[in-house]
């Protein structure tokens, strides 16, 4: 019971953390000094995206998943859970290399924004 929660709260993580990096950057337009951590979120989750790496969060909460006598699955975090949402196919390495390239020009856009705005009116 407490390693199935561990499983689940290991998820949430995941995904809360992949949308901190995809969108985070509307955290820094309101908290400039939040680009500190978001900036490297964004990065790593590019890189894994890009790379083709699995986030070390996958194999984790499929241990977890195992220990508690569930099923883990294949793949990684993106292709089990938010891709089924997001795409009724599965997985390709294309495909990747888009979520990757959107994470980097969501948060250009929004940093950019961000500099533009206080470029116009400084403080």
């Not at 089924?84 to 950019?112: D, E, F, K, M």
């Amino acid at each position: 019971m407490l390693v199935s929660l561990a499983a689940d709260l290991v998820a949430s993580l995941h995904l809360a953390f992949v949308v901190f990096v995809v969108s985070g950057g509307l955290l820094v337009l309101r908290w400039p000094r939040s680009a500190w951590v978001h900036l490297p979120a964004a990065a790593w989750g590019a890189s894994l995206e890009l790379m083709g790496w699995i986030c070390p969060l996958t194999p984790l909460e499929n241990r977890l998943r195992h220990e508690a006598g569930l099923a883990g699955y294949e793949g990684g975090f993106v292709e089990h859970y938010l891709l089924p949402v997001l795409y009724p196919g599965s997985l390709t390495r294309s495909v990747q290399i888009v979520l990757g390239l959107s994470v980097l020009l969501i948060n250009a856009t929004l940093y950019g924004w961000m500099l533009r705005r206080r470029a116009r009116h400084p403080r």
